[in-house]
């Protein structure tokens, strides 16, 4: 565990030095060095106009003829967060602090309109996010979608043109700009782990929240591990039962469908992860002699159980089950089967196993445990489509390293320690001609001290290795994964935001123009102080600072 | 900024790995594994009786004969700790979950003996914190001390022999216990920094009582710095005017008193450190002519002031007229004047400086800036003396490294890169004959993924220096230091705890009974829970863990 940041002693000392001295001599932006009403993540084409409108509470509508569920909802959002209802003073306000408030405004209402029909299920990869936005000078504000989906992500740029001039919060001002603007990457995820420490239902959905927030469109959950089985099996009720670590650690399916709903409306997919065969140790609870007995390099049988039993006809009667189960709870298209790290658990649990031997025997795999993983995988991948016809996988980057034969799926890369590796591992895995999505340089769960991370996480390009243009063809995006080892509900928002941002960007807008962090600094701290003024709590990265509107604490 | 931690994108990968097999071999505690009713920092003598007595809400008194608005407070805040007036369910609790409500109660009451008198001011350095608490199987509970202060400690432990069995917060089960409690040492501290970034009062207060509950009785409050000037001077009005972030920024004198009346009531010292001659940027900002004019090697002048001039008569009289309100508006006998790191800016502001140069010309100091630091510091010193008569002194250690003649000061220890060298540190500073205090160890500002972190804050010893028993003598205790380039109001109180935590148990606890971290763990892990369940978002440090009772939000 020493490896990372093995001189903390040192690092004391040392970094008091070269604080001070960054911070004193210019290294960091001057704190409170922000922008004003300017959008994250950058749209591609944004010009905005030398004109900022007035807009005064209670006196601003949007405006639609369509008919739809997500409008709906959307608007009453929206007109809450550019109209905070319930104010929250702090002890140092002038009591004639909010002149404007009164202010005649130059803008009263936005026109949104969407082209094709309000869908009926929910957001899927290739959704149309695509928007047009004008807010002239003069003139009518409009907004323009083919989809809702574009729309929604055209709401959340029109609220972020809205700024309160030195953090009067009763001015409200709004640049005029005229956008065009869509995603650079169908799928850009945040993974959040609710094995590892449980995430009540109310962090989960505040992070939907904050992540539509930042058009991410993803919501990757990794539910379940090794650790504890949160998910409540309506076929299985012994999973969570004996595999969670207590009754108030359930996810009831009631609060899954709500959490999916809640999605939905915000245009963010759910994608659940079900990781096997390995990273399984907390579903053999509830499900004796599902999982391998391990054994000692003498055959000495250990107290441990791990790695799914691939030999055994019950084993494939419960995956089926269950995933007929799950593929109805979770309804995208996509379902993340894991498949990471097996090879922890080979050598005791399958190698040293004499069921396993004499099952590699039987099939002719002589001692080559690789060949049961890719038999593992292979029938696994039919079952889950016998579950439900057509899904689709992703799966981690060794069950494609491994030649499993799944041309469709997609390959979920983790891998490579430096940034030049990662890349290799992005190549390797499009050269065999697999889609691909990066969070090998998105671990948002490993945190170090400087600003120098965030830079790190917004110069990472999924696109950045080298390879032809068929290749680059098969980036569908990326995630920041937020491992859950060290989060749970005290500290989750804060260690992901405002790092998973500079995330969002990479994967929304165009890499040149956004080649710069420093660049990108003032507009990212606008951002952070946004989402501080929106309830959340996005913490300081990048040294010294200070938002105009402190924060306060959760939304009302 | 790259010497701690600069392999992210290695880590990310190798860290998946190692967390896996720390995780998963057992080299961490079982998740959930933690006692009940166990306290922290662990008393120096503690014996449990083989019962648990059961408690219940609206049953339950404590009782004194002492008057004393310490002890009422005291007896409301733990009545309500005890027994939450509104409890927060989530949807996972089943309606007949809550048994034990109304079982009869076997203890009702504690009874509180005080031997000295209440206290008409501020608690201070020397305050007997020494309490003995018996909570017999039957019988009397009865807890006594010398001092309303011992009394408040052992309220709080107490407290924490409270227990909620299998985490059903209506069922209040007590371990009966014999305590004979003090500190091993008397300055326990925890630095906060509200210059890098501004801290709510809300914040603070929020912080002094979770330091009650680990019996810290130190708030050292790094109010100003070269960032911002958040103290409002109603003496010099322009410091924070012109020096704070914004008017929604700074601390007005009523609010800093609100804070001081807070901690005094919790037993808990506020030691304000200004500190000076470096770390001043901001007070120029109010204060033309404090700061000296910086000049480059060639004697160009540079677009910058810093380290306060000590050769006009101006500086002195402003010097003086602000520490004489300072020591007014903080009553603590300890005042902190800082006087760290000035070699930073010595070179451009006082050596390349033809003031300073002039003034060393006709002081006969020829090249030595020492001279001037020290000049500078010798005639601070009886400059605060005459401020307030017999104002008590803590520096950071470079003041007395450097001999200036201050031999009852107390010198604040945060050099040493290696543990053997802060080892080296703090003998070298008690040979001199100074009394000493640690926070070289307890940077908790900076971070590193891993749980031998925590582990080790744990095993810092103050004492475990090689040197004579009057050396050892003149340790005081320590400090954690939480400075601000990082934290604000979104993060402070997560980034603090548990990790103050490990420090509050070395500072108070026999060092014989608490040599290992592993035996600790189970019983801080418990404490972080306590915490969570009292409303403060201790997180998680040491990996893959659950406490019965989920954090729901602050305290209501």
Sequence with gaps: MAVVCSVTTLA??????????????????????????QPWPLPWNISYYDFNHTLSPGKFNFKTAYKCDIIDQAFIRYQKLLFPSSKKWDDNIDDDFGAGNDADPSLTFLTVTISEECPTGVPQLGMDESYKLDVPSSGAAVLTAAQVW?????????????????????????RAAKIRDYPRFPHRGVLLDTSRHFLPVNSLLANIDVMAHNKFNVFHWH????????????????????????????YSQDQIKSIVEYARLRGIRVVAEFDTPGHTESWGKGQPNLLCDCYDDHGKKKDEQALIDPTKQSTWDFLLALFKEILEVFPDHYIHLGGDESWFWIPSCWKNNPIIQQFMNVYGFGNDTQKVENYYFQNFLKLVDRARRGAKFIVWQEVLDNAVDASEAIAHVWKGGSYAEQMQEMATVTANGHYAMLSSCWYLDIFKY????IEGYYKCDPQGFKGSVAQKNLVLGGEAALWGEMVDATNVMARLWPRASAV???????????????????????????????????????????CPIPYSGPPS
Excluded at 22 to 32: E, K, L, Q
Excluded at 223 to 250: C, M, W
Excluded at 450 to 453: A, D, F, H, V
């Design 150 to 174: 574009g729309a929604l992500r055209g709401l959340e740029t029109f609220s972020q043109l809205l700024f309160h001039p030195d953090g009067d919060e009763n001015v409200y001002k709004m």
């Design 504 to 546: 969002a960007e990479r994967l929304w807008s165009d890499p040149a123009q956004t080649a710069s962090f420093t660049d990108a600094w003032p507009r990212l701290h606008e951002m952070s102080c946004r989402l501080i003024h929106r309830g959340y709590a996005s913490q300081p990265v990048n040294g010294p600072s200070f």
């Design 12 to 37: 004391a000392v040392l970094f008091n030095f070269v604080l001070l001295f960054s911070f004193t001599v210019g290294a960091y932006p001057t704190p409170g060095q922000f922008t004003e009403g």
């Design 223 to 250: 539910i379940v591990d090794d650790q504890s089985f949160p998910y409540e099996s309506k076929t299985f009720p012994n999973l969570s039962v004996k595999g969670a670590y207590s009754k108030r650690h359930i």
């Design 450 to 453: 400087g600003s120098e991370e």
